[in-house]
């Protein structure tokens, strides 16, 4: 009778057990919480853009100053100005990695999700092309930099090696024409795509712009390569029209705000940015349309603590004027007061007003380039950042024709390019708008000469890549072709007396990947240094 008891007991106890345990997973999972198999991977698409085209503040600081297309007196972007250190200089160095890897790891966690799912097979492209995108800056900032195993912390590589920038660039060519070619109109399109919004003709198009980018970096190093991936993306047929340019806007009014302008905005640095002689020297020149677009005086001395900066100014032609890069506002020989022609300023500078004034140079007009301030455009508080282009492109493939590859005509594509670049600074802005008489008569009384041809492309390609906002593009494509030529800036205690030819990594990877980074320096002829450079650039 015991055991019977005893044998009835453990029957009851193991009911009660199985009762309670047979729901036991879903009873104790977060119902919140997603996983791999029902999390949209079209969300990573979106996040990876836009983290792709909030480059911040190094570009600003650094790559807009190196190349001269801005300039600044003031000490926060004298790091750039006059290739100096100060502030948080090492922040500085390590944003185009950090913002880069960043990015990259949306796009690798989207191929990951999408490897083996036939639904979403022009999305595992797009992250491919997108990895390009992104990791082509990194390796073109730095040199040698993780590619094959980037992105891949969950596969259980922390350490990922640095491989070598010839090597990035095979495997960038490689993938870019697998993804390309393998995108269909006819199969799924991305529901959260920032750029294009699903358009999987349009991506096509990019991607292979994006190779014909790719493949003209390598013109000093592998012509061959450049020629046959040139010729490619040329016959797979690159953007058509400004339609086609990659663009990712941001919005300020819910607080999506963009880092680049961000930047500016921050302690009133709107104030203390301008255009540079260099620039505005070389537009005034040939009579570009685009000064008035994208240029403007200040109503004011130009940094009175007591006046209303962030008021529209005065964009007439006539009155635009660059200030000369490597000036600052000590009071020493290298005030900007000393400077050749310093324009002054108007009213007179009132014994308030500290520092001394800028004086009437040109600045990126607020309206065009500022607009997620509210306290400057309260109406649109929109901004665009551009990526890649038609104009862009259309340069490159006239470069490529004046080599004498198969990409078409030469003076075609620089034609169309002179009237797109001038038609695209409007989709910053509407208030850039270039009025259509004026784009056609530029273009007729502009041709392609054979024998400044690449001289003309690439200095178009600057002022294209400095009225958008494009200063990483804008500094390595002046590495790559030579164009302008630059006139280094003289300065005390600089880092270096030359122009920046790359960036030094990040100091933090002495201590998150030593092995990697050892690898990377060793690359480099000249060591770690701003003067070093990387593989392509000869």
């Known amino acids: 009778m015991k055991k019977k008891l005893i044998y009835s007991g453990l029957c009851i106890a193991a009911s009660l057990f199985a009762g309670c345990t047979k729901d036991f997973t879903k009873i104790n999972t977060d119902p919140n919480k997603t996983s791999a198999e029902v999390f949209n991977p079209n969300f990573l698409l979106a ?46 160095v390590g944003r185009v990695y950090s913002e880069g890897y960043g990015a990259e790891t949306y796009a690798q966690e989207m191929k990951n999700l999408t490897a083996s799912n036939a639904a979403y097979s022009n999305l595992n492209k797009i992250g491919t092309i997108m990895k390009v995108l992104i990791l082509q800056r990194v390796t073109d900032t730095y040199g040698d930099v ?185 009071g020493g020989a290298t005030d900007i007061s000393k400077a050749p022609g310093y324009p002054g300023a108007t009213p007179a500078v009132s014994a308030t007003d500290a520092p001394a004034p800028l004086g009437k140079y040109s600045r990126p007009r607020l309206q065009v380039y500022y607009t997620s301030s509210g306290s400057i455009n309260p109406v649109d508080k929109s901004t665009i950042n551009m990526l890649l282009t038609y104009g862009e492109t259309e340069l490159l493939l006239a470069e490529a024709s004046t080599r004498n590859w198969n990409t078409g005509n030469a003076a075609t594509h620089y034609a169309n390019a002179l009237a ?30 054979s024998a400044t041809a690449l001289q003309q492309i690439n200095m178009e390609y600057w002022v294209e890549t400095s009225t958008l906002f494009m200063f990483n593009e804008n500094w390595t494509n002046w590495r790559r072709s030579g164009f302008p030529v630059l006139t280094p800036v003289v300065y005390s205690a600089q880092f270096d007396t030359q122009i920046p030819r790359r960036v030094i990594y990040p100091i933090n990877l002495s201590s998150t990947n030593p092995k990697g980074l050892a690898s990377g320096v060793q690359s480099l002829s000249g060591g770690d240094k701003f003067s070093s450079r990387v593989w392509w650039d000869k």
Do not use: C
């Open 47 to 92: 996040q990876a853009e836009l983290n792709y085209s909030q480059t911040g503040y190094s570009q600003l600081l650094f790559q807009s100053m190196w190349s001269q297309s801005l300039a600044s007196t003031f000490g926060y972007y004298g790091n750039g100005d006059k290739y100096t250190q100060s502030g948080s200089f090492n922040d500085y």
């Open 146 to 330: 993780p590619y094959s195993e980037a992105g891949m912390a969950k596969q259980g590589i922390f350490f990922p090696k640095f491989d070598k920038q010839q090597d990035i660039y095979t495997a960038m060519l490689a993938d870019l024409d697998a993804a390309v070619s393998g995108l269909d109109a006819a199969k799924d399109k991305p529901t959260s795509d920032l750029i294009y919004g699903g358009d999987i003709a349009k991506w096509k198009r990019f991607g292979y712009s994006l190779m014909l980018r790719v493949a003209m970096r390598l013109t000093k190093v592998d012509a061959a390569t450049a020629q046959k991936y040139a010729e490619k993306a040329y016959a797979g047929g690159t953007m058509a029209s400004v339609d086609d340019n990659a663009k990712v806007k941001t919005d300020n009014a819910n607080g999506y705000s963009n880092s680049i302008v961000n930047a500016l905005l921050t302690t009133d640095d709107f104030r203390e940015v301008r255009w540079s002689k260099t620039l505005i020297d070389y537009m005034k020149s040939t009579t570009d349309p685009r000064v008035s677009a994208i240029a403007e005086i200040t109503t004011g001395n130009g940094k009175a603590a007591n006046e209303n900066e962030s008021l529209a100014g005065d964009n007439t032609y006539s009155k635009q004027l660059g200030m000369p890069n490597g000036y600052d506002l000590n």
């Open 420 to 449: 797109a670049n001038m038609k695209s600074v409007a989709q910053i802005n509407s208030a850039a708008t270039v009025d259509a008489a004026a784009i056609t008569a530029y273009v007729a009384t502009h041709p392609l000469v």
